[in-house]
């Protein structure tokens, strides 16, 4: 009569989730219910997808934006916390992380529609009034004292990591590494004890190659970059990062940012201001509070120099 395996089992789940795909690796004991795991995954990232998205008409991000100004708007639990969390981080960053760039990124082509010189030419004329002016909470609503259209796509997708987080531990999972994209989650160590092993990307259009390495333990990993996500004008790449300030794609953007933090939203919001805010003023401003992140920057021939703040980066390649 044969022994049966008591040994974990690898598990590596996947399904569709903002245009992309979500993951989650993790070892579990013979016989755990995968199938409900899984989908457990999908019902957390979808919740995020309909209550965050620009693609979904019927989202509670769009209705809020096609709310009259001065409405209190009943908003979910989520999002409300989603939206203060953007407000801070648009505080602490001097505006360099901003949700209110909405206008633009559908001007420039980055929303479900395609560009438009008029919208273009509106949204960088227009006068520039940015979440945390605009918004104001109350008891689970929101109201917009001026007209603003709202982005999350700098914040979404790390809230999605997190909430994967959350539903496997709501299941008994306590070691595990969770993602969308490049928006990373470790949860605990691998089952050697080691820690979770995350590549930083080569800032390369053509091809995925890894830059450096890192080693994560219950914290997250969030990039924003130039080079998979752009439009071109005039022969010119633009980033899909928005300047906050101009209503524009920035125009010499870091080739990436990449920061840890404890949460991936935290962690994907701050990767979108410090490539608002530059290599010079960002790197200043992490280390100032306390921030790890890498950016990566690329000369004229492609030459990648690196620039960390932090110990988790001292020896990025």
């Known amino acids: 009569m044969s022994k049966m395996s008591t040994d974990p089992v690898r598990h590596a789940l996947s399904g569709p989730t903002m245009g992309t795909r979500w993951s989650a690796l993790f070892w579990a004991e013979p016989g755990f219910d995968v199938a409900r795991i899984r989908s457990g995954l999908q019902a957390a990232v979808d919740e995020v997808d309909a209550q965050m998205s620009i693609w979904k008409t019927d989202s509670a991000l769009m209705l809020l934006n096609r709310a009259p100004i001065g409405a209190a708007v009943p908003i979910p639990a989520m999002l409300e916390q989603v939206l203060q969390l953007g407000v801070a981080i648009g505080k602490a960053s001097g505006g360099a992380f901003d949700m209110g760039v909405g206008d633009a990124v559908s001007a420039w082509g980055f929303g479900p529609g395609s560009a438009s010189q008029d919208s273009i030419r509106a949204a960088m004329s227009a006068r520039r009034v940015s979440a945390v002016e605009a918004l104001a909470f109350g008891q689970g609503t929101v109201t917009k004292r001026t007209a603003i259209m709202l982005d999350l796509n700098g914040i979404a997708k790390g809230v999605g990591v997190d909430r994967l987080a959350e539903s496997l531990s709501a299941f008994g999972v306590r070691d595990a590494l969770v993602g969308i994209d490049g928006e990373m989650r470790a949860m605990g160590h691998r089952p050697d004890a080691q820690p979770w092993t995350v590549a930083v990307e080569k800032p390369d259009p053509d091809?995925?190659?890894?830059?450096?390495?890192?080693?994560?333990?219950?914290?997250?990993?969030?990039?924003?970059?130039?080079?998979?996500?752009?439009?071109?004008?005039?022969?010119?790449?633009?980033?899909?990062?928005?300047?906050?300030?101009?209503?524009?794609?920035?125009?010499?953007?870091?080739?990436?940012?990449?920061?840890?933090?404890?949460?991936?939203?935290?962690?994907?919001?701050?990767?979108?201001?410090?490539?608002?805010?530059?290599?010079?003023?960002?790197?200043?401003?992490?280390?100032?509070?306390?921030?790890?992140?890498?950016?990566?920057?690329c000369d004229e021939r492609d030459t990648v120099r690196a620039r960390g703040v932090g110990n988790s980066f001292v020896h990025a390649a």
């Open 207 to 297: 091809r995925r190659a890894p830059h450096s390495v890192l080693a994560l333990t219950n914290c997250a990993v969030a990039t924003s970059g130039d080079y998979r996500h752009f439009v071109t004008v005039d022969g010119r790449r633009l980033s899909h990062t928005i300047d906050p300030k101009r209503g524009a794609p920035l125009l010499q953007p870091p080739a990436s940012v990449t920061v840890i933090a404890p949460s991936c939203a935290v962690a994907d919001a701050w990767a979108t201001a410090l490539m608002v805010l530059g290599p010079a003023e960002g790197s200043a401003l992490a280390r100032k509070i306390g921030l790890e992140a890498l950016f990566l920057l």
